[in-house]
T-cell receptor, first 114, second 111 residues
C-alpha cells in the first residue's frame, strides 16, 4: 500500500462552516492531488501540488483552497461548506520526475454537509 | 478537452465467463492510460499503466491492451472476488501528471 493517510475519514458538518481535510504521505513524492468522487461524475480533480508551496487548480476548484507547507502534507480547505460539497474526497500522490510514474490513491474522506 | 468514456456502465458475468471492458479516449499526445480497481468504500487501487499503442499488460486474470483510440480490460475466467468498479484514466502531456477519469464500469461476477 502506498503510504497515504487521509484525515478525518468521516465528517459531518454544517453549511457555512470551514472544513479542512488532511493528506499525509510517507513516500516523499513530489506531486499530491485532491479529487472528489460523485455518482455520475467519476473522479474530478480539485487542486494539485507539484512541490512545497506550489499548487494549481483543477477542474472543480471553486469553493476550495489548498496548502502545502511540507512535502508530506497537503491540506484541502472548504472555506464555507455547502451541501454541493457533500462528497467523497480522495488524496493521491505521484513520483513525478520518473519517466513512467504511477499515481496512488488514499482511502478517502467522506464529507457530509447538512 | 480531454475525454474518457467507459462502457458498459455495468456488467454482470457468471463465474468463469470471460469478457472485456472498454475505455475510449480523446487526448492530444497520450502520456499514459491508467486502469484502477475500486471496491465499495475504498480508494482506487492501481492496476496498470499503458504508454503506447500495442502495449499489453497482465495481472492474474486481467489483461489490458491499448490502441490509439481505446483500451480494453480483458477479464478471463472471472471469479466473484473480481467484482468491483474498474476505472480508466488518461494522462495528458505537460508537467502536472494529473489524470482525467472515466465514470467507471461496475463489474459483478456471480458464483
Amino acid at each position: 500500500d502506498a503510504g497515504i493517510t487521509q484525515s478525518p475519514r468521516h465528517k459531518v458538518t454544517e453549511t457555512g462552516t470551514p472544513v479542512t481535510l488532511r493528506c499525509h504521505q510517507t513516500e516523499n513524492h513530489r506531486y499530491m492531488y485532491w479529487y472528489r468522487q460523485d455518482p455520475g461524475h467519476g473522479l474530478r480533480l480539485i487542486h494539485y501540488s507539484y512541490g512545497v508551496k506550489d499548487t494549481d487548480k483543477g477542474e472543480v476548484s471553486d469553493g476550495y483552497s489548498v496548502s502545502r507547507s511540507k512535502t508530506e502534507d497537503f491540506l484541502l480547505t472548504l472555506e464555507s461548506a455547502t451541501s454541493s460539497q457533500t462528497s467523497v474526497y480522495f488524496c493521491a500522490i505521484s513520483d513525478a520526475g520518473a519517466r513512467r510514474n504511477t499515481i496512488y490513491f488514499g482511502e478517502g474522506s467522506w464529507l457530509t454537509v447538512v | 478537452e480531454d475525454q474518457v468514456t467507459q462502457s458498459p456502465e455495468a456488467l454482470r458475468l457468471q463465474e468463469g465467463e470471460s469478457s472485456s471492458l472498454n475505455c475510449s479516449y480523446t487526448v492530444s499526445g497520450l502520456r499514459g492510460l491508467f486502469w484502477y480497481r475500486q471496491d465499495p468504500g475504498k480508494g482506487p487501487e492501481f492496476l496498470f499503466t499503458l504508454y503506447s499503442a500495442g502495449e499489453e499488460k497482465e495481472k492474474e486474470r486481467l489483461k489490458a491492451t491499448l490502441t490509439k483510440k481505446e483500451s480494453f480490460l480483458h477479464i478471463t475466467a472471472p471469479k466473484p472476488e473480481d467484482s468491483a468498479t474498474y476505472l480508466c484514466a488518461v494522462q495528458a502531456p505537460g508537467g502536472s501528471e494529473k489524470l482525467v477519469f472515466g465514470k467507471g464500469t461496475k463489474l459483478t461476477v456471480n458464483p
